[in-house]
């Protein structure tokens, strides 16, 4: 993977629908700023019930945007990424269907979780209490077979996503069959979406068990073979993606957004200058994505004898807080139980409007982010700065949508005058481009309301300075490689300039 930002995007809404269309906006107005993409889910089909993360055939891509030809030509100019989606698949799939049909005469009967598979015993009440489970209830379904029989079966999102056994000869099958359809096209690093509920164990959470780890390494094994790189997604305590990132190429940062959203919101910079101390570096940044904005990710560990967490809860508290008053409560709407949301912890709201609109604000966050060890990821809406979609999330209902606008090809070239985005696109460049990000990091003692997070490689230099208070942040950067020649060569503040 290249060192340079990449973007997040679904296809079909930001670059007019097609890869084609997603090639020339690269290629045109966002030229030098990304060395890299992440098109969310591109299977058949991108409308389901999850945005894509409930595949029919994960094998195939929706016609509506192109074909695996596309997407090879995309991938021969510039790294993709693509989503695995390991936990689970639709319950309109080939497999499902067979398996619905025939019953235990289907190959794929024994590919598909239950209850019974799980707890062929029965669950305790301890056992139920303790599943990590991220929408409210229990993650259950009852369904009746073509057949007459009622089956409970395992689902972690929604009840259209069948969560699959990866341990079995079919799941295994099947996960083997997406890393030889995804290599053939040429894409070179795969993100393990959900892979964190992948395991399921009696009398254990179901969640970044030890067998979890175990199955972890060995799909990596699996696309090392490939020449593919893996970015593992789990979203829960900071110290699983530490453990994590010792057996893999990438992880996420998930931490970072409310770390970066609780030092803007206090002025002060301690809790995210601790992080620095002792985050993995081979971590993909992010301050937004498709999801919401993660709480459990700051928060103390699950249980009476969890693990503290980077913030206290009145801390977490203050952010989720202030977020909603600052989006003038559209994200209230949006989260938890008032939207339809697989993970009622996050917090749903684009990343501009948790800051208020305020654009200095803004591009000192992701000054901050380019700044941090790892690839910085920008997802498309926060890209562009955008604002919450209140009207998409009042015709789906579903709370992510808030931050998941579609943007016509007219509003996407508005918007790329704005200078908020060209101040953030001017940022990217000088991230992607100067010598100095290969080097090594240092983040300068804090001092109450201000950061320096400085790299350094040979004589090349960029620093960033940030002063809270008054919420401003510059980069100083050496001149082809000679620090004795640093002048400022990026500025946010009030009047957002580049």
Known sequence: MKNQAQLIAYVDRVSGGTFRDLRHL???PLSGAFGGVHLLPFFHPIDGADAGFDPIDHTQVDRRLGSWDDVAALAAGTDVMADVIVNHVSRHSPQFIDYDQRGADSPYAAMFLTYGRVFPYGARESDLRALNTIRPGLPFTMHETARGEKVLLWTTFTSDQIDIDVSHP???????SILDRLHGAGIRTIRLDAVGFAIKKAGTSCFMIPETFAFIADLTAQAHALGIEVLVEVRGHYQDQIDVARQVDWVYDFA????????LYTRRAA??????RIRPCNAITVLDTHDGIGIADVDAARGANGAPGLLTRDEIDAIVNTIHHRSRGESRIASGTAASNVDASQINCTFYEALGRRDAEYLVARAIQCFVPGIPQVYYVGLLAGCNDVELLRRTGVGRDINRHYYTA?????ELTRPVVQSLLALLQIRNTHPAFQGTFDALDSV?????LVWTNGEAVARLDVNLTAMCASITCSSRGASSEGAVAWHADAEVRA
Request: glycine share 6%.
């Open 26 to 28: 690269l290629d045109g």
């Open 271 to 276: 809790a995210l200058t601790r992080w620095l």
């Open 256 to 263: 970072l957004p409310a770390l970066v959203l609780h030092t």
């Open 410 to 414: 007219d509003e996407l070239r508005q």
């Open 170 to 176: 079919e799941g295994q099958r099947y996960l083997a």
């Open 448 to 452: 109450a309301d201000r950061m320096a």
